[in-house]
């Protein structure tokens, strides 16, 4: 049975976001929060997979129901999930090596829960699984800790076993043939017809950074590869293909750390290449692409100067690309048929919050503007951002907060033609506005951020979606 189906697991999944006294959502560990995942064959965890993370959490078993288990705390959100394929007749081992009492807890692909504490030795976990009907599919796994607190840990996954090839027949011995020139082999250089280890990720997600273990190093030279304004050594497989969405907003980053030489080779959504040998960190490369280039597939291969061989790291980041409100338009009143900076997200990736960077003020007095709704404070004509969302029936209500360091105000109109303004409901003259009619938030919702007493200042909105 897969999770899709498991109604055992999606009652339990009920008990994952429980409502504090103070209107706080507390979320449970549930695979319903995952977000991006890694894909591998059986053949490809042959060889072992290694993840950095940080282990811990502020959710405890023994109050979400899964106290039976075992004893932990975990994050709500898996800290890694897994989409496993061709896994008959293989073991998968899922281990954790760190310097503090870690515990393990894994939602295999049935949508049963497993958890261990101290498998590995060193107060470390280990979870070996063998039924098929676990491993094919998608797995979830948080890395917590026993008694809280946390430390730097990395997850192991290996697979073991596996179908025994058939002998290979020798051929009897053929006469030896005259020797024939042999041509000069073609450049093997990196082909985006490979695919590497997979994430499939959105451009909110790598806010928080995501750091993963890298093989560093390749075998074949790259400086003659066409496209490529680079050298060195790379692999002809990708190290990680990423399949990227809702990045016109945002600039990535990819960094490698490394004890030896590394180089960073990057290909765009668009198709073209990337090159860095030597970043600002020293030997230690690092591409920045930004806007829509990076949406679609994205691969990359981590490879090294001189061919030698090590394991790094390599951490996938974004960053808010600053849009500034742009001048006032004639007649300046807020106006829906212009759209603000266009951002693409859904309610699932609001639930952990995201912040926009704008510059609150316009020069149009809203209280002149007929609008269908009670307010004042000067706005711009344009939307400051321009949010085009999905998925929000699933929540209770969005909330739009605003910060800076002047009186700013907040007026907001949903997908379905309504009107929201707000002025000091957040403290210290900022704004907020609850919305809870959230089937009307699916489609296109515009946020202005004016100033009550004219004037600009830089100011950010921060987005999130609850339960309650």
């Not at 730097?152 to 073991?160: E, I, K, R, S």
């Not at 007095?365 to 269908?372: F, H, Y």
Request: proline content about 8%.
């Amino acid at each position: 049975m897969t999770k899709e189906f498991n109604t055992r697991l999606f009652a339990a999944s009920l008990l994952g976001t429980i409502a504090l006294g103070g209107g706080a959502a507390v979320a449970c560990p549930s695979y319903q929060l995952a977000q991006g995942a890694v894909s591998y064959s059986g053949d490809q965890l042959m060889a072992p997979q290694s993840f950095v993370t940080q282990a811990g959490g502020d959710q405890s078993l023994d109050q979400c129901g899964l106290g039976v288990l075992g004893y932990g705390q975990f994050r709500s959100a898996p800290d890694f999930t897994f989409n496993l394929m061709q896994m008959g007749g293989r073991e998968v081992e899922f281990s954790v090596n760190s310097g503090c009492d870690t515990a393990l807890l894994i939602n295999t692909a049935d949508g049963e829960w497993h958890f261990n504490d101290d498998g590995n030795g060193n107060l470390d976990p280990l979870l070996r699984m063998s039924n098929l009907s676990q491993l094919e599919g998608q797995v979830d796994v948080w890395v917590g800790t026993f008694a809280g607190g946390g430390c730097q840990a990395t997850l192991n996954v290996q697979a073991f076993g596996g179908a025994m090839p058939m002998p290979v027949p020798v051929p009897a011995p053929a006469p030896v043939p005259m020797p024939v020139p042999v041509p000069v082999p073609a450049a093997i250089c990196p082909n985006p017809s490979m695919v590497g280890p997979s994430l499939t990720l959105a451009g909110s997600q790598l806010l928080s950074p995501q750091a993963f273990v890298a093989q560093v190093g390749g075998q074949h030279s790259v400086d003659n590869c066409p496209g490529i304004d680079g050298w060195g050594y790379a692999n002809e497989a990708p190290s990680f293909t990423l399949y990227m969405s809702q990045m016109d907003a945002f600039q990535f980053s990819a960094e490698v750390n490394s004890d030896c030489d590394p180089t960073l080779i990057l290909r765009d959504g668009f198709g073209q290449y990337h090159f860095n040998d030597d970043g600002p960190n020293g030997l230690q490369p690092r591409i920045e692409v930004g806007g829509a280039s990076m949406n679609g597939r994205v691969d990359i291969w981590v490879g090294s100067f001189g061919g030698s061989a090590c394991q790094g790291t390599i951490t996938f980041a974004t960053q808010q690309a600053f849009v500034p409100t742009p001048p006032p338009v004639a007649g300046g009143c807020p106006n829906p048929g212009l759209q603000g900076a266009p951002i693409y997200t859904t309610g699932s990736e609001l639930y952990s919050p995201d912040t926009y960077s704008v510059m609150a003020g316009g020069a149009q007095d809203l209280s002149v503007c007929g609008l269908p709704v009670s307010g004042w404070g000067n706005f711009s004509a344009q939307p400051s951002y321009s949010f085009f969302l999905s998925g929000m029936q699933d929540y209770g209500r969005l909330e739009i907060q605003g910060t800076s360091s002047c009186d700013t105000v907040l007026l907001v109109r949903t997908a379905d033609g309504s009107w929201y303004f707000d002025d000091d409901s957040n403290g210290n003259l900022n704004p907020m506005i609850n919305l809870t009619n959230s089937f009307a938030l699916n489609g296109r919702v515009d946020v202005w951020v004016g100033t009550y007493g004219g004037g600009t200042c830089p100011a950010s909105i921060e987005l999130e979606t609850w339960y309650n």
